[in-house]
């Protein structure tokens, strides 16, 4: 029997199956649209980011050539100014030889002038109207020569405000030299049958004025041959304490300004270091009988203190540290260990890039007194060797660090306010404090009222004294700490001639070797070398901060002025050319600044 298909059963079957296609299709359609709508949206944002990353990118280029300009402009100005200065140094060399020559021309007139009133007087007595005449000469002759001195004296000024200047703009390092007297024992030891002793103590190193040394390095038999050196300041034998002292003055007055401040000696054994930076008794031939010559150290002191009397009461506090480098060891001379010299101690450098002596010990002062009551303790402690060269020499690098703490005006007047609130809060009507959160501090009260309010919740505990502290920000100001460095490095030596065997031996070795490490460090500072050896000596490494740091530095050179000691001398004369030549970062402020917290 034929099977009955009914067509139009088929055809509504196949409609439906397309028309569920044609819905799974449009469910389809929707989907993908949604997710190109999401991609677009995401493609937007990467778009809009890549657009910030650009302009982030030519904000961060235009910043970088911002500050390539202005530090090129900076070394055009500061090259400027050099060339100014050595221009101004030629002008008053020409002024100065001028002023000889003009000097040299009055004298010899004023004699002239005085033989002719002498043989005028002689001839004619009576004729007392030209003897008159010529006296007016004479004198408006010596007149013109003291307006030409003082013009010369005023420009000498005038060029050494203006190399000041230029030291601190550059960052260099501060270079004074002093030229010690001809002393006994110059001569009192190395007599061979050549070299007589009257040769031996001959001055070779002169200071011509107060900014050239000269070292006459003639031999017999040969032509004249003279070595120049400039300083910042040349001290003559003639100078006294005083003298040198006050040029040092002016670092205390920055020292209490905010900048870190180091002061150190540097010379051959026996050249002056100790009595420049401590000073000495009466038996020194450079002093008077019976009067103790104080030096830099005990005057810095004074002054220090003087200038913090004039500040408000309880406004500074004053630390001392002394420290000694002893065959590249570090002591503490303030912590005795038990057998009554100084504590060993590491030098180590900390997470800021600075150099620390670990476990320092600070003693605080309230006067110079108590400073070199400190000092002369400690200076028994220290290791001293006789020699032929010098009957007492240090064998040891001798640090004295002052630390000054300053504390602000403002912070000081912040604790009276901070005092006044505090009587506010024990009045016993309160007042009703604008902040939202007083609802929950006035049910905190009720709460502590039932239980001991104890002294971390108490309100006069509180960081502002007020059950309901304010949100405006509160004011306060870290003291500031400077550091006062005051270093008396041993002396370098010839072992042929200071003549030390055994343990002095190896001292010499050790003190040798620490000034030679110095003078590599600022040999690699003034060629700015990429990596400067502080690390070879525990002297550098102590004194890292100082020497290339943000202190202001000052290296008073100490040298001998006699034909024995002239090769140290032209090494201690070369070494402070090497540290002029080095040119640092301007020395930084330790701003106390306010901060918002």
Not at 395 to 422: E, G
Not at 520 to 540: C, F, I, M, W
Request: hydrophobic share 35%; proline share 5%; with cysteine.
């Amino acid at each position: 029997m034929p099977l009955f298909i009914n067509r139009d059963q088929i055809f509504a079957h196949q409609v439906h199956l397309l028309e569920h296609k044609l819905r799974s299709k449009e469910e389809r359609i929707l989907e993908l649209e949604t997710e190109n709508a999401l991609l677009h949206l995401r493609l937007a944002e990467c778009l809009g980011k890549l657009r910030r990353d650009h302009e982030d990118v030519a904000e961060a280029q235009k910043r970088c050539q911002h500050q390539k300009n202005i530090t090129k402009s900076t070394q055009t100005a500061l090259a400027k100014l050099l060339s100014e200065v050595q221009v101004l140094k030629q002008d008053l060399r020409d002024v100065f030889a001028v002023y000889v020559g003009f000097a040299t021309e009055l004298e010899g007139q004023s004699k002239q002038l005085l033989e002719r009133v002498v043989s005028a007087t002689s001839a004619v007595q009576g004729d007392g109207e030209d003897v008159q005449a010529l006296q007016a000469k004479v004198e408006a002759l010596e007149r013109s020569l003291q307006e030409e001195k003082e013009r010369c004296r005023t420009e000498r000024l005038r060029r050494k405000l203006l190399h000041n200047a230029l030291v601190e703009l550059r960052g260099n390092i501060r270079v004074h030299c002093r030229v010690r007297p001809v002393l006994p024992f110059d001569a009192g030891f190395g007599q061979s049958g050549s070299v007589s002793g009257s040769t031996l103590s001959e001055e070779v190193v002169h200071a011509v004025n107060d900014d050239t040394v000269v070292v006459n390095c003639s031999k017999a038999g040969n032509s004249p041959v003279n070595k120049m050196f400039e300083f910042e300041r040349v001290h003559s034998p003639e100078d006294t304490q005083e003298d040198v002292f006050e040029e040092v003055k002016p670092l205390l007055t920055s020292l209490l300004d905010g900048y870190n401040v180091c002061i150190m000696a540097y010379g051959q054994t026996g050249s002056g270091k100790t009595h420049t930076m401590i000073g000495s008794q009466n038996e020194d031939p450079m002093g008077p009988e019976g009067a103790p010559l104080q030096g830099v150290i005990p005057k810095a002191a004074t002054e220090l203190f003087r200038l913090i009397s004039e500040k408000p009461a309880d406004s500074h506090t004053v630390e001392v540290s002394v420290v000694e480098v002893y065959n590249n060891e570090v002591f503490d001379l303030l912590s005795k260990d038990g057998e009554g010299a100084g504590a060993k101690r590491d030098v180590i450098t900390t997470s800021t890039g600075t150099s620390e002596v670990t476990s320092l010990t600070y003693e605080s002062v309230r006067s110079s007194a108590e400073v070199m009551q400190v000092i002369s303790a400690v200076l028994r402690l220290r290791a001293r060797s006789p020699t032929l060269v010098h009957r007492d020499s240090s064998r040891s690098h001798l640090i004295v660090t002052l630390t000054v703490t300053s504390k602000s005006p403002n912070v000081l007047a912040l604790a009276r306010r901070l005092q006044s609130a505090r009587q506010e809060v024990q009045r016993p009507a309160q007042k009703e404090w604008w902040s939202p959160r007083c609802r929950r501090a006035a049910s905190g009260r009720r709460g502590m009222e039932e239980q001991p309010a104890s002294p971390a919740s108490s309100p006069l505990h509180s960081p502002c004294h007020s059950p309901c502290p304010s949100p405006r920000p509160s004011i306060s100001q870290a003291p500031v700490r400077t550091k006062l460095q005051l270093v008396d490095l041993a002396g370098s030596e010839c072992v042929g001639m200071s003549g030390v065997t055994g343990a002095a031996l190896w001292e010499t070795s050790c003190i040798n070797r620490s000034l030679s490490a110095l003078s590599d460090v600022l040999g690699a500072l003034a060629e700015q070398r990429p990596h400067v050896p502080y690390r070879n000596s525990k002297l550098t490494h102590l004194l890292q901060d100082s020497i290339g740091g943000d202190a202001k530095l000052l290296v008073m050179l100490c040298v001998s002025p006699t034909q024995r000691f002239m090769a140290e001398s032209l090494q201690s004369l070369g070494f402070g050319t090497r540290a002029r030549q080095v040119q640092r970062e301007p020395a930084r402020r330790k701003n106390a600044a306010l901060k918002t917290k």
